[in-house]
């Protein structure tokens, strides 16, 4: 995949988590840390899953 469409995918993804979670909860922390969590598994999840299958 190329870096860039992973890239917008991970931010478009981590914005809708963040997003649906602050619709759950207003404390700042908790939709930030769910945003970025999102976000570096999906830019790294192709890294994460050769190095956990090989």
């Known amino acids: ?3 860039i469409a992973r890239f917008l995918l991970g931010l478009g ?10 619709a759950v909860t207003t404390t700042p922390p908790w939709w ?5 969590v999102v976000a570096v598994l999906v830019w ?4 994460i899953l050769d ?3 090989d």
Do not use: C, H, Q
């Not at 993804?13 to 602050?22: D, K, M, P, R």
């Not at 790294?44 to 890294?47: I, K, P, R, V």
């Open 51 to 53: 190095l956990v299958l």
């Open 32 to 36: 930030w840390a769910v945003g970025l």
């Open 1 to 3: 995949m190329d870096p």
């Open 13 to 22: 993804l981590a914005a809708i988590a963040s997003g649906v979670t602050y």
């Open 44 to 47: 790294f999840g192709e890294l």
